[in-house]
């Protein structure tokens, strides 16, 4: 018998993908950082532009909860470089959303020579849902988390003369929104574990409690709030976010995507 004959489906399955040398996978991955690099300083050019009414947008929360709380909305600074390196950043987070598609395009485009040939068409739903996860936790971060943590910060102590300067205030606001757009990305991270037989569904359904465990901890550390109600409003997306990445292992783990070309060529 031949040994075209012999072959297995598994085997054609596997001769689908295209190989790549430990340098090669260096070299491609200093490319792809390079044209990421690029992308995000030109987003960050185009966001210079318009770093004040950014900034506006920023200021909006606790400029809302200040006067809320009848106190002066104005945020001070301790150095005359404080305003100049708070349109930096603002505008560095500005650009790092704007041009987002172009750099998980670039992460894309890395690890699809891993993927079997027929499984490159879910470039768009891999492109759509990690830039819809990303923008939906960062306005969630904006619209819920952090009015809501403010809220509770500000009126704890309305005792006092606030005096919040507009470093301390950045630094809060970055750590929260990219803070909860990286945690919306978590199906995505399952994506790519899943995708090299790291983790499997059975493996995050059975242990379901002990990653409930683990998000509330999260919760916990990364909420500003030490209140019960933040934590739960933080917990509660990534518990969601969990589910649905038990669906998307099952999907893509290695067992799960030989068994389906197997029963496509029987």
Same mark, same amino acid.
């Given at each position: 018998?031949s040994?075209?004959?012999?072959a297995?489906?598994?085997?054609?399955?596997? *001769?689908?993908?295209?190989?790549?040398?430990?340098?090669? *996978?260096?070299?491609?991955? =200093?490319?792809?950082?390079?044209?990421?690099?690029?992308? !995000?300083?030109?987003?960050?050019?185009? /966001?210079?532009?318009? *770093?004040?009414?950014?900034?506006?947008?920023?200021?909006?929360?606790?400029?809302?909860v200040? =006067?809320?709380?009848g +106190?002066?909305?104005?945020?001070?600074?301790?150095?005359?470089?404080?305003?100049?390196?708070?349109?930096?950043?603002?505008?560095?987070l500005?650009?790092?959303? $704007?041009?987002?598609p172009?750099v $998980?395009?670039?992460?894309? #485009?890395?690890?699809?020579?891993? &993927?079997? =040939?027929?499984?490159?068409?879910? !470039?768009?739903?891999? #492109?759509?849902s990690?830039?819809?996860?990303?923008?939906?936790g960062?306005y969630?971060?904006?619209?819920? !988390?952090?009015?809501?943590?403010?809220s509770?910060?500000?009126?704890?102590?309305?005792?006092?003369?606030? #005096?919040?300067?507009?470093?301390?205030?950045?630094?809060?606001? $970055?750590?929260?929104?990219?803070?909860m757009?990286?945690?919306?990305? +978590?199906?995505? &991270?399952?994506f790519?574990?899943?995708l090299?037989?790291?983790?499997? %569904?059975?493996?995050?359904?059975?242990?379901?409690r002990?990653?409930?465990?683990?998000?509330?901890?999260?919760? %916990?550390?990364?909420?500003?709030?030490?209140? !019960?109600?933040? #934590? /739960?409003?933080?917990?509660?997306?990534m518990?969601?976010?969990?589910?649905?990445?038990?669906?998307?292992?099952?999907?893509? *783990?290695?067992?799960? =995507? &030989?068994?389906?070309?197997?029963? &496509?060529?029987?």
């Open positions: 018998m040994e075209s004959q012999t297995t489906p598994a085997d054609d399955f596997k *001769h689908d993908m295209p190989t790549m040398g430990f340098l090669d *996978h260096l070299e491609e991955l =200093r490319s792809r950082l390079v044209k990421s690099i690029i992308w !995000v300083a030109v987003g960050f050019g185009v /966001c210079w532009g318009y *770093h004040e009414k950014i900034y506006g947008i920023m200021q909006k929360p606790i400029t809302d200040l =006067r809320a709380n +106190m002066s909305d104005k945020l001070v600074f301790l150095n005359p470089t404080e305003p100049f390196n708070l349109y930096l950043k603002i505008s560095a500005a650009g790092l959303f $704007l041009t987002s172009f $998980l395009y670039q992460v894309w #485009m890395f690890i699809s020579p891993g &993927l079997y =040939r027929n499984e490159k068409r879910y !470039v768009v739903p891999f #492109m759509t990690s830039i819809a996860l990303f923008a939906g960062g969630f971060g904006y619209r819920i !988390v952090y009015p809501r943590a403010l509770f910060l500000i009126e704890f102590g309305r005792q006092f003369q606030p #005096m919040i300067t507009i470093n301390e205030y950045t630094s809060l606001f $970055l750590s929260i929104i990219l803070g757009g990286l945690i919306f990305e +978590m199906p995505i &991270l399952i790519f574990l899943a090299m037989g790291i983790v499997t %569904a059975r493996f995050m359904w059975k242990n379901f002990y990653a409930i465990l683990v998000i509330f901890i999260i919760a %916990a550390i990364v909420t500003p709030t030490p209140d !019960v109600l933040n #934590m /739960c409003i933080f917990a509660a997306p518990i969601g976010l969990y589910i649905i990445s038990i669906a998307i292992a099952y999907f893509v *783990h290695p067992k799960q =995507r &030989l068994a389906r070309k197997e029963k &496509l060529s029987a």
